[in-house]
């Protein structure tokens, strides 16, 4: 068959392009099914106060795991219904807990304060659920809560439900915006 | 090759009855060479609109693809030849079946087909290009850059994994997170726009620029083939285009097109999506017909027998075809009486296929065979394809398809009729046009191996599968557990596939020798009868020197003893053509078909890229039609009228 | 040659006994029609290629030739079309045979299926508070039809046992029946047969066809709400288990864990499997499952468990009890 020298080039190239795309991952597609290193799943770090004793060395702000991971977030919608979040927290808009949607954060919007409110329970109503539900379950919900609030990537976050339409979907939502009041202190050296 | 009696135009006073003098026919091809040169370069590549040009690139990227395909099928085996196998886990796995279906579905076995019937159906009708040339390199490069795009995807870990039929709510947005999905649908959208361009190409190009004489009822089964084949596709695409947009706006915008919360239904993307799959099945079987028509006549140096019940056989396939979806949806819960109708059309569609398939043993029967490697594929159809349709009979009916349907059993049917009903019939062609093509013989020693490789490997593979859907073995899994009792047949399978590879290496080294040493051929090394054989080998880009007139539906062998009519009068300093009728192909009018632009890979690129855009954000959609819309506009933008006595300086 | 644990050419029931019959009428119809066409062809080619070399048009135009071929092939096709009536009548004497159970009160189930396992129920009309809940294994009386009422609480999953029954789906927003009975006591193993995600290899059931007192016993023993564990180590595990995430997605009848999106468990050692029909149900593999069912079932629903043996312990010995 009579190939033209340019589209053999032309074909080479894109084999070689492909080749090396092979060697990206993309962090939104992973599908993690099993965390084996324990620092894989920062937990012990987990803090409420940025005030250290002595020389201050743990990193206050701590990233989620799961943090720009689709399948997380989705599975976080998934654990979300199945733990009862709604229960209080009427998918994301509120009723006896206070809306997650808003850019209200009253413990604070990172992963790490998410993480802490999750396990340890608060006051005036929000169950610990510490041992629980198991450390990387909740990094997957702190994932999703976090698109609840608009603060993951607009592709990772969720689309419809397979039920009916409660609200406008995670992902049509705009950009949150978490009310700088709340912010945690600037974290001290790390 | 002196022609005779040349019929002029039209009736116009200075053109000379008679024969052509050797003088006249050099000049005349000098001219033309000159008119249809495309230039050479990487920018005239680009810019080509000459539908050998396209057809090749078509060509080669479908076998590309095949292979791909092929790796993926490997890769499968390997996993499941043993139980309990680790060597890929169940995410890879899901992707990889996902792209092995959608690589061979869209991206090889309709392209190849339709890029086969691009390059022969102007040469077999005797015109000079594709009615529309710009549309035509447009569909090659939305076609590449949809397959680009999948397998880019892939090797960035976000190729689909829900199946290359992506059933809702497994694909829908809150069972399959992350763009994997959108991706595969806006995949589609590249895909069918290739190939519905393709098939408007056909369709406009058989119908209406045939050569003279050339009524309805003289065009070769091939061209038939293509036509029906064109009209389905037509008919059918759209169901997709529907659909993979359905799926889309679900996934993208909050639609509830196959959610039943809010009024919407699974089932709907099932229907939508079977009454374009199961016409697509015939869709890529079509066309193979068509070519083993073409190459039993050549080999058993008779004409085809029972020509009309031949064609009606095959508009009747391509009607039927479409009444039958519903057989893949007989496990769900519709209505039973509903059901047996498509029981009773599945198995109707047999009657036509085997009109086809008694005409072409009562050719044989008649005829001289010549075991060429391309008429040993052929026998290789016969004896593959009567099991898988004998198996799709099987499964037509609704209480055994409920035991066989989603099992092994489906995948050894599916098989046996596209690689011994497509695929099969494909490498014939190979061996039969290869000549054509590139001028060179393909070694028939390398062919027998490839052959009898790809016969049995094909057997070892496949035939092992119905008894293991019949032992309970579902379809689409990563792996089984040993006490299942699956192990030996699966190996066994593998060890088909590793068959199968070898033979699609002896068939690419034969390719690739050949290319470079192969034995020289002339404009007809098969003594054939149609009317790509009239002409050198490879064509040259302007096709014949002269339009032929056929007074019979085998002008090659009618033409025999004396000479080839031709039409001659046209301007050879233009790229012009003549149109005909549409029923008896009687002269009509001038045409000038369009040189060669980079609108189309521009339209490519700009508009693929704002599909690719609508991926993530529902604006793609807007600027790809502001893009098109302007790009479109150039493209249609009017020329003045050529002005007919002054010859054109380029 | 033994044949496999689910097969569709060892039927133990009316239904897959029909349809192997008409399995086996399609298999010689088809293996005669095969045969007739190869041989034909095969009889073409070998006489074609016995003819004289020279190439005469005379030979097959002429029209008494052409016409006995016209004939030849008409008969075929004739033949073809009588065939396929032939076999659209067997089918649909087959299929109406198929549709209608016999007389009799069938026992009535309803399947659920879930990513990636079968959430099985038998409802009692006369009483609603009896109704039986349990996973992935089916108990039914020998020789009494049984009525199955099935959806799908996520994706499209399909139910199919093939001793028994063909398959059918399960899709969510639609309500699927079928029957089938069992006419020879035996356990019979069914799978998913529709793509359904990661673990769709792994979501198998357990149809087990007793005599119809064993059946009796079998449903009445789990209706009771599992007793508490006398035993001080099961006694622990139970703290464990109501204590740990176990509680906060698995049911146990007669204690507080109630949440129902994993199996129930309240008879989980009755169980002949675990995790759908993927381990033999015993306390090794309950372990493994326990600690890690990611390692079993990659992207199963179910996390690890990070359990210090003496917590493992007891829990294992608390599930035993759970009969």
Known sequence: ?190 | MAHANAIPAFDDPDDRPGMLTANEEDETWATLTRTWDEGSGLWAWLRSTNHKSISRRYIVTAIVFFMLGGIEAGMMRVQLSRPENSYIGPDLYNQIFTMHGSTMMFLFAVPVMEAVGLYFVPLMIGTRNVAFPRLNALGYWMYLFGGVLLYVSFFYNTGPDAGWFAYVPLAGPAYSPGKRLDIWAQMITFTEIAALIGAVEIVTTVFKQRAPGMSLNRIPLFVWAMLVSSFMIIFALPAIVVSSSMLAMDRLIDTHFFNPAEGGDALLWQHLFWFFGHPEVYIIFIPALGMISSIIETFTRRRIFGYPAMVLSLISTAFLGFGLWVHHMFATPLPQLGQSFFTAASAAIAIPTGVQIFCWIATIWSGRPRFTTSFLFVIGFFLLFTIGGLSGVMIASIPFDLQAHDTFFVVAHLHYVLLGGAVFPLFAAFYYWFPKLTGRMLSERAGRWNFWLFFIGMNVTFFPMHLLGLHGMPRRIYTYLPEMGWGNLNMISTIGAVIIIASVCVFLGNVWISLRRGVPAGDNPWDASTLEWATSSPPPSFNHLFIPVVEGRDPLWDARDGELAVVTGLRTDRHEGLLTSVMDAEPEHRYEFKGPTILPLILAVFGGGCIVLAIFTPWGVTLGAIAAFIILTCWFWPTISPDYDTPRTR | ?323
């Open chain 3, 1 to 323: 040659m033994t044949v496999p644990l689910q097969s569709a050419l060892d039927p133990g029931g009316p239904k897959a006994a029909a349809i192997l019959h008409l399995g086996w009428f399609l298999l010689i119809t088809a293996i005669v029609a095969y045969v007739l066409v190869t041989v034909a062809l095969l009889y073409a080619l070998r006489r074609a290629t016995h003819r004289p070399a020279a190439f005469d048009d005379s030979d097959f135009d002429e029209p008494n030739r052409e016409r006995g071929r016209v004939r030849w092939v008409a008969a075929a096709v004739a033949a073809t079309g009588l065939l396929l009536l032939l076999f659209i009548f067997v089918d649909v004497t087959t299929a109406r045979s198929l549709g209608s159970p016999a007389v009799g009160e069938p026992l009535r189930i309803d399947v659920v299926g879930h990513q990636w396992w079968w959430e099985v129920k038998y409802p009692d009309s006369a009483n609603p508070q009896n109704i039986v809940e349990t996973a992935n294994e089916i108990h039914v009386p020998v020789g009494r039809t049984v009525s199955i009422k099935m959806t799908s609480s996520d994706v499209i999953h399909s139910f199919w046992a093939p001793n028994l029954d063909g398959k059918k789906d399960l899709i969510p927003g639609h309500e699927t029946r079928t029957w089938f009975r069992a006419d020879s006591a035996g356990v019979y193993r069914g799978q998913c047969a529709e793509f359904c995600g990661h673990e769709h290899a792994k979501m198998a059931f357990f149809i087990v066809a007793e005599p119809p007192t064993q059946f009796e016993h079998w449903l009445e023993s789990q209706r009771s709400g599992a007793a508490t564990p006398t035993d001080s180590l099961a006694q622990q595990g139970e703290r464990v288990f109501l204590s740990g995430s176990c509680a906060m997605c698995h049911a146990i009848s007669g204690t507080s864990a109630g949440s129902n999106f994993g199996p129930d468990l309240t008879h989980l050692a009755s169980r002949r499997t675990i995790a759908a029909g993927t381990l033999p149900n015993d306390a090794s593999n309950l372990a493994g499952w326990i600690i890690d069912p990611q390692i079993i079932k990659p992207g199963v629903k179910m996390p690890p468990h990070h359990l210090d043996p003496g917590s493992l312990q007891a829990l294992l010995a608390y599930l035993a009890t759970l009969k």
């Open chain 1, 1 to 190: 068959m009579k190939t033209s020298a340019f589209a053999r080039i032309g074909q080479a190239g894109i084999a070689s392009l492909l080749v090396l795309t092979a060697f990206a991952g993309c962090k939104r597609e992973q599908r993690r099914f099993r965390e084996t290193a324990p620092s894989g799943i920062p937990v012990d770090a987990v803090v409420m106060s940025p005030l250290q004793p002595g020389p201050s060395v743990i990193d206050v702000r701590i990233s989620n795991p799961y943090d720009d991971n689709a399948y997380a977030v989705s599975e976080g919608k998934q654990l979300f219904d199945q733990m009862n979040c709604s229960g209080c927290h009427s998918h994301g808009g509120g009723g006896i807990g206070p809306p997650l949607t808003d850019d209200e954060w009253i413990y604070g919007s990172e992963p790490q304060n998410i993480f802490a409110t999750i396990v340890e329970g608060r006051p005036n109503g929000m169950p610990a659920f510490k041992g629980r539900i198991p450390p990387y379950q909740v990094w997957k919900l702190v994932a999703y809560v976090r698109a609840l609030g608009g603060l993951q990537g607009k592709a990772i976050r969720t689309t419809r439900d397979d039920h009916m339409m409660y609200k406008e979907s995670e992902q049509a939502r705009d950009k949150g915006h978490p009310s700088p009041t709340f912010t945690p202190p600037a974290s001290v050296k790390q």
